[in-house]
């Protein structure tokens, strides 16, 4: 495609479609790294043992792959002919809003458990392949280039600074509960995103076909 190495990046900030994407992708990264934060501290407080901790991490690693296999083969697909690309997009961000809301009100590991289980899960076999279907209706320079900067640097960039957010919200005393009590309009104002996202998939795709 030729370009040059910031191509990626001035795509995004052409276009408001893209902009979008690279929001969706930046909260997703905050999600991701404030949980596994949590999730670390919770389990090293929980099971001192470090053989009970690797026990712990099998059991929902294998949780989360084996959800994710039967909702791919069973689920996603039909929600995405049924509802389209917005539903896929929308329903996690929300799921995890209440559970949020459940972690604030009962900051304990098995509560975060079950959120990162539900994060995990929804990320693989729904938000995934959603995210995949909204660079189908964009042009290739923007499908390899800006894709690939939203990958790496934006998501990078989000797990970055999100763990500097929570290692200072920390030192300034804030707890598990708290923050996830913070994080509840974040999440879904995330899943607003991810709804306009899939709306504005869905005319693109639609103008797309009304041209051939």
Wanted: hydrophobic share 50%; glycine share 10%; proline share 3%.
């Amino acid at each position: 495609l030729g370009g040059n190495p910031f191509a990626g990046l001035l795509l995004v900030l052409r276009s408001p479609y893209l902009l979008g994407v690279r929001a969706f992708v930046l909260l997703l990264a905050t999600t991701t790294t404030f949980l596994y934060f949590e999730q670390a501290r919770m389990v090293e407080a929980a099971f001192p043992d470090s053989t009970r901790q690797t026990q712990i991490f099998g059991m929902l690693d294998f949780t989360v792959q084996a959800l994710t296999i039967v909702l791919q083969l069973l689920v996603t697909g039909r929600i995405a002919e049924r509802f389209g690309v917005s539903a896929l997009l929308s329903s996690v961000p929300v799921i995890v809003a209440a559970g949020f809301v459940a972690l604030a009100a009962l900051p304990q590991f098995w509560v975060l458990a079950g959120v990162m289980v539900v994060r995990r899960v929804g990320e693989y076999a729904v938000m995934r392949p959603a995210r995949e279907m909204l660079f189908t209706t964009v042009d290739a320079e923007s499908r390899y280039k800006a894709k690939n900067f939203i990958d790496t640097a934006v998501s990078r960039g989000g797990d970055a600074s999100t763990g500097w957010l929570v290692s200072g919200a920390k030192a300034l005393g804030a707890t598990t509960g708290v923050m996830a009590g913070v994080l509840v309009p974040v999440m879904l104002r995330w899943g607003w995103i991810g709804w306009r996202l899939g709306r504005q998939e869905a005319s693109l795709q639609h103008e797309r076909t009304a041209q051939r």
